[in-house]
């Protein structure tokens, strides 16, 4: 499949997609995630890529918060464990390059924990164009400071909740739960810290296939598990049940088996998801701009 990667793609996406929706087996996912992202032409195309970041040193900040976060990564697998390890330094390498490579972006702490997990599955070259084609199509912009792509995603997927499951977003209002208080880690880390391991690798399979519509159709049905039902909703009276519940998920919810047929047998469309982006986006820079123009006038009194 891999030697026609093209004809694969264009003729056969359809049979691709189902396969990457029931699981990619253990023993090729891996390269099907170089393939799914990109990663294969990139390295083609830029087969000096990786050597060429790591000569771009970034300034001796970053390099002291890459430091900081390098064991705190999957601290107890035998990969990670020990300190300036094998491990620990590829993972240093990894992020150390992107950042010498993407000075306007730099480093960012949610880069750790997916660098950490492409290392766990692939070789240390692999890895680096896997996670330059993740971050560079889809992420980038969650790495510049204010975090404003993750706040209009916060409210894409709100807007996307009232419209599913209405009784679940009354509650969240209700209480005060505002996406970011709980779905950075969600959607920067891309699960990493909050779902068992089987049903991540599940997510990131459709993820790597699909694109970013999984990570928000899996939010809505772990939200939905969670509050769905009105005698869920009232054992959770108050903004720090609620929040505790979305930060530490019950194990009942996040079973690969139940999770990934809820999210992607939701009744949501791509135009739903165009719709509800063009709306929230044009709502941001509209409220940005009114915080502008008070500076401006607080400023000139």
């Keep these: 499949?891999?030697?026609?990667?093209?004809?694969?793609?264009?003729?056969?996406?359809?049979?691709?997609?189902?396969?990457?929706?029931?699981?990619?087996?253990?023993?090729?996912?891996?390269?099907?995630?170089?393939?799914?992202?990109?990663?294969?032409?990139?390295?083609?195309?830029?087969?000096?890529?990786?050597?060429?970041?790591?000569?771009?040193?970034?300034?001796?900040?970053?390099?002291?918060?890459?430091?900081?976060?390098?064991?705190?990564?999957?601290?107890?697998?035998?990969?990670?464990?020990?300190?300036?390890?094998?491990?620990?330094q590829a993972l240093r390498r990894l992020l150390q390059a992107y950042s010498g490579c993407h000075p306007e972006v730099g480093y960012c702490q949610a880069m750790a924990p997916l660098a950490g997990a492409l290392l766990l599955h692939m070789p240390e070259l692999d890895a680096f164009y896997t996670m330059v084609s993740l971050f560079d199509t889809y992420m980038r912009d969650y790495f510049r400071p204010?975090?404003?792509?993750?706040?209009?995603?916060?409210?894409?997927?709100?807007?996307?909740?009232?419209?599913?499951?209405?009784?679940?977003?009354?509650?969240?209002v209700k209480y005060k739960v505002e996406p970011l208080h709980f779905m950075v880690d969600w959607f920067m880390c891309?699960?990493?810290?909050?779902?068992?391991?089987?049903?991540?690798?599940?997510?990131?399979?459709?993820?790597?296939?699909?694109?970013?519509?999984?990570?928000?159709?899996?939010a809505i049905a772990l939200l939905n598990g969670i509050l769905g039902s009105s005698q869920q909703r009232r054992h959770l009276k108050s903004f720090e049940d609620t929040l505790d519940c979305l930060r530490n998920l019950p194990a009942s919810v996040t079973e690969a088996s139940s999770l990934l047929p809820a999210a992607l047998l939701l009744e949501l469309s791509a135009k739903d998801f165009e719709q509800e982006h063009t709306k929230q986006l044009k709502k941001f820079n509209q409220r940005k701009q009114g915080r502008h123009q008070m500076q401006e006038a607080a400023a000139a009194v």
């Design 1 to 88: 499949m891999f030697n026609n990667w093209d004809r694969v793609v264009a003729k056969e996406f359809p049979r691709l997609r189902e396969r990457c929706r029931k699981g990619i087996p253990d023993s090729v996912r891996a390269r099907a995630w170089y393939y799914l992202c990109g990663a294969c032409f990139m390295q083609r195309d830029q087969p000096d890529l990786y050597q060429r970041c790591l000569a771009k040193q970034p300034n001796e900040k970053v390099l002291d918060e890459i430091d900081k976060d390098l064991s705190r990564q999957f601290p107890h697998h035998e990969l990670f464990v020990q300190d300036q390890g094998h491990g620990q």
């Design 146 to 172: 204010g975090l404003e792509a993750v706040q209009v995603d916060g409210q894409i997927l709100y807007g996307l909740l009232k419209r599913m499951y209405p009784d679940v977003y009354r509650h969240l």
């Design 190 to 218: 891309l699960y990493v810290r909050n779902l068992p391991w089987p049903t991540l690798l599940r997510v990131w399979d459709v993820y790597f296939c699909e694109g970013v519509k999984i990570i928000f159709r899996v």
